[in-house]
């Protein structure tokens, strides 16, 4: 996306993430899904393990409540759960772009987390 973040309508361009909360019975990981035209988070996994299937559960979510989304671009970290084989073919299934910032441009997370 080019640190380019913005997008002229809905399911256009999504941002995506994982972060690691600390609960008094251990960790829990977050993977969130954000549309950029509305800033909602429009999917999203919770898991005690932070492995390709958080991410993929999340993308699966993101599509069964927005629809049609062929043609979106899933921008995200180098992670390597975005970069898992897995992760890539739901990508394909459900026909979204992925696209992942370069190194160490901590500003691409910026986004997400705001």
């Not at 309508?9 to 995506?16: A, D, E, H, K």
């Not at 393990?49 to 409540?65: G, P, Q």
Request: with cysteine; glycine share 8%; net charge positive.
């Amino acid at each position: 996306v080019r640190r380019d973040f913005t997008a002229t309508g809905p399911n256009r361009l999504w941002l995506t993430d994982i972060t690691e909360h600390a609960t008094s019975e251990g960790k829990l990981y977050l993977c969130a899904i954000k549309d950029v035209f509305s800033k909602r988070i429009v999917g999203y996994s919770i898991d005690t393990r932070m492995k390709s299937r958080l991410a993929v559960t999340a993308l699966n979510n993101a599509v069964a409540r927005r629809g049609r989304v062929t043609g979106c671009i899933l921008h995200s970290d180098r992670g390597s759960q975005f970069r898992s084989r897995k992760f890539v073919w739901a990508l394909d299934r459900h026909r979204i772009v992925g696209s992942i910032g370069r190194v160490g441009a901590a500003g691409d997370n910026a986004a997400m987390e705001s």
